[in-house]
């Protein structure tokens, strides 16, 4: 299928790849069966990918074992060569990376090169930290025995991903697991697969040996089944919602396989009286409507102190007013469409069951006039604890402000979810900081800022937010097993 629109113009077209990639090959289902992806600001066609049968993705597995076999007794340095190669060609081809990108996900061209910029900075972190995979040695017990502790591959890693950050969730799977010598087979959402088979051609010509990373695409229920049951997979790494999460952790349990999550976020943003409203309010403005607010770390309940709600709220309503929306591509650009029918369709009964229950519509509210799945950014006033706006995560340009009195009842109330991803709060009280930064229960606090995360910080939840840490030395312990060897006889 060709592309139809215009605004792809890739400098290498060779970059939107139209095939799986299993042991080093591209190719088609056997079957012959494929899905077109349609861009969601537009719905013209952005290409097609193969719908692979279950024996396909065994092959895969099986690609990725014998791969493992040479990967895995490269040094570190050898690897770390090859991922920095890797690295840099991500940033040689960064214009058609982000073009792929908004084609297939919507998002402002801008964040779309700042995420392929997120992309390069955790493989070529990784390609370093995998140095860093240290043992121990241990005192022993008598004179006769010295006690070891070294540190191992996990194996072969099954790995999901979702559409919303669909490059930088790819490498920042796949380059811890390169970098601690594990192989993947990476199923990328249905939605956006071209950035991952992009990453993955990239990785090719960087050197990246056959079979090490491998990229299926087609049913995630069949897909996700084979890498969650096949025993030769040894760990699967999960992003995505907190109901499939649960779904392919039980899944798991079968094979034992270690497990690492990291599923939905309902993120409180609190404001309290002593902070500087200005800067609260840009900080939210990133939290809040990066990515339409489809992204896990989104402000979803925002608590202003009662003493400052309505001067934060028309400073707010003054800027959301302004984001423009529209193309991806179109300059200026701020606010895409949401990815979908289904979750315009969310964000709009969240609405609607708040006004019924006396909430107000600040700014924005409805479908946007350009049509398709492109929402108004909204402000909703007087919004209370029992709203659904206040209770689900709503992954679209919504915020809901809540009024609260104390700091005791505004952290309550902040941890009131089983959701325990991330947590933001501004103020200037210094022990306001400590306080709040370690009452939140949340696996990411940010204070006196909007956007957290980087490739050297370990980012992951609480709760129902799952577990494990993807980035900084943590993210590279999720794909390393410890092994202790006792040599006696001396
Ligand atoms: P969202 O609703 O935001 O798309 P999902 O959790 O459904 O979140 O999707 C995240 C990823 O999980 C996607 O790659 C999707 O294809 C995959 N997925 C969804 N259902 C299953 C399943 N039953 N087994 C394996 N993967 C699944």
């Known amino acids: 299928m060709k592309f139809r629109d215009d605004s792809l113009r890739l400098n290498d077209p060779d970059l939107l790849r139209q095939k799986g990639f299993i042991g080093g090959v591209w190719c088609d289902a056997a079957s012959g069966d494929s899905m077109a992806i349609l861009s969601p600001a537009d719905a013209t066609p ?43 060609l991500i940033l040689v081809n960064i214009d058609d990376l982000a073009s792929i990108l908004t084609a297939e996900q919507g998002k402002p061209l801008a964040e779309a090169r700042a995420e392929v910029t997120g992309s390069a900075g955790f493989v070529d972190w990784f390609a ?4 860093r995979a240290y043992g121990e040695v241990i005192p022993p017990p008598d004179g006769t025995r010295r006690t070891i502790v070294v540190r191992e591959p996990i194996g072969v890693v099954g790995a999901i991903t979702p559409w919303n950050f669909p490059s930088s969730m790819v490498a920042r799977k796949c380059a811890p697991a390169l970098a601690a010598g594990c192989t993947i087979i990476l199923k990328p959402a249905p939605q956006t697969p071209f950035s991952a088979l992009a990453l993955a051609a990239i990785a090719e010509r960087a050197g990246v040996p056959a079979g090490v990373i491998n990229i299926v695409t087609g049913d995630a229920a069949r897909i996700g089944g084979e890498l969650t049951c096949n025993p030769a997979v040894r760990k699967l790494s999960f992003t995505g919602s907190t109901a499939v999460g ?82 991806g591509t179109s300059p200026g650009v701020q606010i895409g469409p949401l990815i979908s029918e289904a979750a315009l369709r969310k964000v709009e009964l969240q609405i609607a069951e708040a006004i019924e229950g006396g909430a107000r519509v600040l700014c924005g509210g409805k479908r946007h006039q350009l049509g398709g799945t492109f929402f108004e950014p909204t402000v909703l006033g007087e919004v209370n604890d029992g709203m659904l706006a206040a209770r689900e995560e709503t992954f679209g340009p919504v915020a809901p402000l809540l009024r609260f009195r104390e700091e005791a009842e505004v952290l309550q109330r902040a941890n009131d979810t089983p959701y325990g991803l991330t947590g933001y709060f501004y103020t200037s009280d210094h022990g306001r900081v400590w306080r709040a930064a370690e009452g939140l229960e949340t696996g990411i606090v940010g204070v006196n800022v909007g956007v957290t995360a980087f490739e050297a910080a370990p980012f992951g939840g609480v709760k129902e937010s799952g577990f494990g840490r993807e980035g900084a030395r943590q993210g590279l312990d999720e794909y390393l097993t410890t092994k202790y060897v006792c040599v006696g006889g001396l």
């Open 128 to 131: 370093e930290e995998g140095r």
């Open 246 to 327: 649960k779904l392919l952790m039980a899944q798991c349990a079968n094979t034992v396989k270690r497990v690492s999550l990291e599923l939905g976020g309902h993120a409180p943003f609190i404001v309290f009286a002593d902070a500087d409203l200005d800067m609260a309010v840009q900080g939210l403005i990133a939290a809040k409507f990066r990515n339409a607010g489809q992204t896990c770390v989104a402000a979803n309940r925002i608590y202003l102190h009662e003493s400052i709600y309505n001067a934060f709220a028309s400073k707010l309503v003054c800027l959301v007013g302004a984001l423009k929306v529209g193309h």
């Open 46 to 88: 952005v290409g097609c990918v193969p719908m692979f049968a279950t024996g396909e993705i065994r092959e895969a597995v099986r690609a990725a074992q014998e791969a493992s076999r040479g990967w895995r007794t490269l040094t570190p340095r050898q690897r770390g060569a090859v991922m920095r190669r890797w690295a840099e």
